[in-house]
């Protein structure tokens, strides 16, 4: 790494150490979030209104009270809105801005007021009078199936061989059901919008989402007004681990009808429990398996029925689905398989996307798979995996008949067997539990293959705007946005690296969609590898004019002409960049250009379920061991490392950090995170005092974690890196394993612990108790 720094004597070239571009703004608290804004005189402030039933008829709705409320300007409901009263991603028209007639999740907005402070809106929400026809509401997905809601969106199947007969003249057959629950985002900073009335039909909204173009093209439709009307800006968020992508809409819409109707600028932000409540999160899933292998524990057929809580709306819950059956064999090779997606309707809030995107419910089904094996053989779950993963002779082909060329598992597994001391741990802990004391331990190592590149193949298309001005400093924007995961350090990175200027020459500007149009959300992990190589684009673009002006005014060849550490090299001479771009400037050539990509290679068919859906796979491995308590359920993790493939790291400091995030924060979904619905669908864990993220505390007391340095992606992805931002949550599933191991010693290791996702304390206990029983 070092050695790169040394040759490109820049400040910031790719594949060094170099911290977040915003960390010192972030910890000293002078990092501006949407919230930080400087709000015009006269702003006004949105609260909503949010339904208190699961389903059901609005017979009437009174707000009188809530109009007369001290500081009211007015409210908004289903008839205010001027264009379409709709905000789904999915074009289906399924999801309103405010509830038109009746609810369908207890929390749905239906209405909202607009008041000169927060605090005056907050209250006066509280002041309305709505009453109720109830409906019949279902909340879980296997509810869902058997009352036959319907799907929220087409199901998918993916087939290979026969897997039924298969299944049938396989030696052994094990069936099991899993069910994995969902999550919330707990972003930081929580949702918000901020939208400021212009002349006209326009109208500037800044806001923190992941997916700025979504939200203008959304609030256009809302307003009935054409996209150029509308201006949607991000600098940052407080994280958005998909929570984002397309649950700000509403927010930006409420705001832009206001903002519009009242002539004001309108600021609107939930407060954390009604976040919670009115916003989608993770998919829980109901997973049914069966598996048939032969003596050695190898896989003969797989099948597998996935139902998901999808809520009320598809949001984006088809790709989610598919992306669970996309990752359903993990790093395995099944010869014959058949999976099935059910994306259940449900009276709850819509899910969304979140870290992994189905692909976390897809890969932990597979591990328990591999789980069930293991202890059905007496064997070490290592072992089975081993014989299970993908390899060169015909078994290198996923479920969705992509090849799979790249596969380094076998690698990472085994020099993270080797650096964490796998087999010595493994003995130890097997040897601590034969003395029977209360305390229990258990080890497991489990990989991670995950497919880059969003399925919707037209998502994975990105654009920059780079400029140079006449005083050599450089200002650059991409359509990537920033959520805390590094994105504008990274592409700033390639920017220096491709004109050798130092980074701190360049400035990293808001995401807008007045500079890069008809961009992708910041998601699928694939920020740096989309935004990364249009900047490099548009840098390259701007270097060839600057080439072919040297070249012409030093009478030179192209050839001789070199960009150099903050300098240009023109046959003997050295040209510092500044006087350089302005002898440039001087001569008419153009400083500023408009890079794009998109990626090669993709294809994807999803009525046949065939295709090469990813441009290739990110790998990882973690070891977690755990101890338990088997009195009360309460455990912690002792240790854990960490393999995980980035290819050729951008910046190997971010990425350990995006590697240790998304551990924890996976850790957190398998282990204490539980979102827990009542009877009438109200959802009661909707504040950190009752939904439980990962502590500092809860890390693990070990903690290793390494980049395999060796690695480089096979395909051209910027400066041959690879996506890092969803892949490691998936090594979260290590703790889920170990857990399961400590558990099964009660019973001597006879059977595979049922144990459900989250594994919080109390279901530790209760599988612990159903073994000793
Ligand atoms: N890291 C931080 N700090 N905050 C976030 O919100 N989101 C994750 C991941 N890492 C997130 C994060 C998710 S869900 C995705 S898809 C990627 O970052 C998106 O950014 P990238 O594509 O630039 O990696
Ligand atoms: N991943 C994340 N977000 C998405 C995807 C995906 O595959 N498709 C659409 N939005
Ligand atoms: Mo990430 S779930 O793709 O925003």
Redesign the pocket.
């Known amino acids: 790494m070092r050695a790169d720094q040394d040759r490109s004597g820049i400040k910031g070239a790719v594949h060094t150490d170099l911290h977040h571009d915003s960390a010192i703004k972030h910890v000293t608290g002078r990092a501006e979030y949407c919230d930080d804004i400087a709000e015009p005189a006269g702003t006004l402030h949105a609260y909503l209104g949010l339904s208190t039933r699961a389903h059901a008829r609005i017979r009437d709705l009174d707000l009188e009270a809530v109009r007369s409320a001290p500081g009211v300007v007015g409210v908004l409901t289903a008839k205010d809105i001027p264009g379409v009263n709709d905000v789904s991603p999915t074009g289906l028209n399924d999801e309103p801005v405010l509830a038109d007639g009746k609810v369908e999740f207890w929390g749905q907005p239906i209405f909202a007021v607009i008041a000169e402070t927060r605090d005056a809106a907050r209250r006066a929400a509280k002041r309305a009078s709505v009453s109720y026809e109830d409906l019949p509401h279902v909340l879980e997905p296997d509810a869902a199936r058997e009352a036959d809601m319907p799907y929220v969106t087409p199901p998918l199947t993916l087939k290979r061989g026969e897997a039924v007969s298969a299944m049938e003249n396989a030696a052994h057959r094990i069936k099991g059901r899993m069910r994995v629950g969902g999550q919330d985002h707990l ?1 930081l900073e929580g949702h918000i919008a901020f939208a400021i009335p212009g002349e006209d039909e326009d109208v500037i909204v800044h806001s923190s989402t992941q997916h700025p173009s979504e939200a203008q093209h959304m609030v256009a439709h809302v307003l009935g007004v054409p996209s150029n009307a509308v201006t949607v800006n991000v600098r940052r ?1 407080g ?4 929570g984002k992508e397309t649950q700000m809409n509403l927010f930006c819409a409420v705001a832009a009808v206001a903002a519009k109707k009242w002539n004001r600028a309108v600021k609107i932000r939930p407060d954390r429990d009604d976040d919670m409540s009115a916003t989608g999160k993770r998919h829980d899933f109901v997973i049914d398996y069966e598996v048939g292998f032969d003596d050695t524990g190898r896989i003969q057929a797989v099948t597998g029925e996935f139902a998901a809580r999808c809520g009320f709306s598809a949001d984006l819950s088809g790709p989610v689905t598919d992306r669970a059956l996309f990752h359903a064999d993990n790093a395995y090779y099944y010869p014959d398989v058949l999976l099935n997606s059910h994306p259940m309707k449900t009276n709850t809030v819509s899910n969304t ?3 992994g995107f189905g692909g976390p419910q897809g890969v932990i089904a597979a591990e328990r798979i591999m789980e069930e094996i293991a202890y059905h053989r007496g064997v070490d779950s290592l072992e089975i995996r081993k014989r299970n993963f993908y390899g060169e002779d015909g078994r290198d082909v996923t479920p969705y008949h992509q090849t799979v060329e790249d596969n380094i598992a076998p690698r990472i597994v085994s020099e993270l067997e080797q650096s964490a001391d796998y087999q010595a741990r493994r003995q130890a802990v097997l040897d601590w539990n034969a003395k029977g004391g209360i305390v229990r331990k258990g080890i497991a190592l489990t990989p991670v293959k995950f497919g880059i590149s969003f399925t919707a193949t037209w998502y994975n298309q990105a654009g920059a705007l780079l400029h140079i001005y006449s005083d050599g400093s450089i200002h650059l924007n991409h359509g ?1 946005t920033e ?3 590094g ?1 504008n350090t990274k592409v700033a990175q390639v920017v220096a690296d491709e004109l050798q200027v130092d980074i701190d020459k360049i400035k990293i500007t808001k995401t807008t969609t007045e500079k890069v149009p008809n961009t992708s959300a ?7 590898d989309l935004n990364g190589m249009a900047a490099r684009d548009a840098a390259i673009q701007i270097k060839d004019r600057l080439t072919a002006f040297a070249a012409e005014r030093w009478q030179t060849e192209a050839a001789k002409v070199r960009f150099v550490a903050n300098a240009v090299q023109i046959g003997d001479e050295t040209v510092p960049f500044a006087d350089f771009i302005r002898e440039a400037y001087m001569a008419r050539v153009q400083l500023s250009a408009a890079g794009f990509y998109k990626t090669p290679k993709i294809h994807w068919d999803r009525a046949t379920g065939k295709g090469r859906p990813f441009y290739y796979f990110a790998y990882g491995a973690a070891c977690s061991e755990v101890s338990v308590d088997t009195l009360t359920g309460e455990y912690r993790v002792e240790r854990t490392d960490i393999l995980h493939d980035v290819g050729r790291s951008l910046n190997p400091v971010i990425d350990k950090g ?1 590697v240790e ?2 551990f924890i924060q996976g850790m957190g979904w398998l282990t204490t995170e539980e979102l827990w619905w009542d009877d009438k669908g109200q959802l009661r864990t909707h504040a950190p005092s009752t939904y439980k993220i990962p502590l500092a505390s809860d890390r693990p007391r070990v903690f290793n974690v390494a980049l395999a340095d060796w690695s480089e992606n096979r395909e051209q992805t910027i400066k041959r890196s690879k ?4 892949p490691p949550f998936m090594l979260g599933i290590s703790v889920f394993e170990a857990l399961s191991h400590a558990v099964a010693s009660v019973a001597d290791y006879s059977v595979c612990p049922r144990l459900d996702a989250p594994a919080t304390p109390e279901r530790v206990l209760m599988a612990i108790e159903r073994l000793k029983g």
Do not use: H, I, P
Not at 239 to 242: I, V
Not at 723 to 726: L, N, P
């Open positions: 972003y968020m994280g958005g681990f998909g996307a979140f870290r990537g959520m805390g995961q994105l910041t998601a699928a992990s694939s920020g740096s995006q995030g998304a996506a890092v931002g969803e």
